[in-house]
């Protein structure tokens, strides 16, 4: 079963991974060995192996936001990366912790409102509406933190 479970991990169909998880029972008809494989692989030991499996292969991937926060944190206190690079270390790390607002403020312009002595030629370069958008990001609170190792602000 856990041999079975690793090539249905590797990619292989339901019928191939029984052929080869099991030897003896690969000269079975397609009529018993379909419904074999299928029955095998729904078995819910068979499924619990498989999501374990998977799991595993995928969470060494993804990084958590704890992760994330101590290699950003790493970035910013190493004195040998580009004070561009710490900026933006620092900059990401606070908006992870919240230390920004972000702000949206949207401006409605109106330009159906032409002067009559335009005429109706002007009325073709009249637009209904324009929003525009500015994104202000404001420090929500005091000082910035400061780096454990050097004891310094940064």
């Not at 339901?14 to 419904?35: E, H, S, V």
């Not at 991937?61 to 004195?79: G, K, M, N």
């Not at 209904?128 to 004891?151: A, E, H």
Request: glycine letters at 4%; hydrophobic letters at 40%; a positive charge.
């Amino acid at each position: 079963m856990e041999h079975f479970a690793q090539l249905l991990l590797q990619g292989y169909n339901q019928a191939d991974a029984y052929k080869l998880a099991y030897p003896a029972q690969a000269r079975q008809r397609p009529g018993t060995l379909y419904p074999n494989a299928s029955r095998l692989a729904a078995d819910s030991k068979v499924k619990a192996r498989l999501a374990e499996l998977r799991a595993a292969v995928a969470a060494p991937a993804i990084l958590d936001a704890i992760q994330r926060q101590e290699f950003w944190s790493h970035i910013i206190c190493d004195d040998s990366k580009d004070t561009r690079d710490r900026l933006r270390a620092s900059e990401l790390l606070g908006k992870a912790q919240g230390d920004f607002i972000e702000r949206t403020e949207s401006v409605n312009l109106n330009f159906h409102a032409i002067p009559p002595a335009l005429g109706e030629s002007a009325a073709i370069f009249a637009f209904s509406t324009v929003t525009l958008q500015r994104f202000d990001y404001t420090p929500q609170f005091g000082p910035p933190k400061c780096c454990p190792q050097r004891r310094e602000y940064i």
